[in-house]
């Protein structure tokens, strides 16, 4: 269904170039977003196709560059109200897991008591999401729907301290109007830093549900609608 709705739609899951802020060059046929030179503080771009909603879904960034190099960025989700000159997380329904090992949800920080989940060059990020329209609530911004986030930095869970506003755990909730879209996004800060998009199920890397942080049961979709797991697929842990 989501793979017919975006040929139909002629979306292709790649970041979109005309959703992508000046500063940022786009190679790969839309899969790579490079940073060139030093225009802005912040420089973002976001997927092309939209979270879907009532399903699992998983993507990865890989930062494709030396690891003897030192890359500053975030990677995360973001309606498109948020500007691309802005840093994913720091806007209103945006969420967005720093190279720091910090996850910044609508402005606010969140850390852990260990500086594991710090990344860099070689790293590959994964995101978890699930958009479930039967939870809403009310607000001054009209009805909002509820989406549970799981970040890795390959393979392992990302685990906060629990704090205001956070339970604490691998578990991060964002809140979002029901009727936006929520894309895929990426904030490059340091100049020449290279980031490769993954988002079909042939492009993730290390597809076990324990990697993954998928519940057990349940099929798991990449952005373009491709099937990562199926529901009775990867049982256990797996070392890699």
């Known amino acids: 269904m989501a793979a017919q709705s975006l040929k139909q739609q002629a979306c292709l899951a790649v970041f979109n170039s005309e959703d992508t802020a000046n500063g940022i060059v786009l190679s790969c046929g839309g899969h790579c977003a490079t940073k060139v030179g030093t225009t802005g503080l912040y420089t973002s771009t976001r997927a092309m196709v939209p979270i879907m909603r009532n399903r699992h879904v998983f993507f990865q960034m890989s930062i494709m560059a030396e690891e003897s190099a030192v890359a500053s960025l975030c990677i995360g989700l973001s309606t498109p109200e948020m500007p691309l000159n802005t840093l994913v997380g720091s806007w209103k329904y945006s969420i967005g897991l720093c190279s720091t090992g910090q996850i910044l949800v609508g402005s606010r920080w969140y850390g ?62 964002l809140f979002i109007p029901k009727d936006d879209d929520i894309y895929p996004t990426l904030t490059l800060h340091s100049p020449s830093t290279q980031v490769l998009g993954r988002f079909c199920a042939a ?38």
């Open 112 to 173: 852990s008591s260990t500086k594991q989940h710090r990344f860099g060059c070689g790293c590959t990020i994964g995101v978890l999401i699930h958009i479930d329209e039967c939870r809403c609530s009310d607000s001054w911004d009209g009805e909002l729907v509820e989406a549970s986030l799981k970040f890795s930095v390959n393979g392992v869970p990302v685990l906060l301290d629990a704090s205001d506003g956070h339970p604490g755990g691998d578990v991060t909730p």
């Open 203 to 240: 492009d993730i890397l290390h597809p076990h549900r324990s990697l993954v942080g998928a519940p057990p049961g349940v099929p798991v979709y990449a952005l373009d609608g491709s099937v990562v797991l199926q529901p009775d697929q990867d049982v256990g842990a797996i070392n890699i």
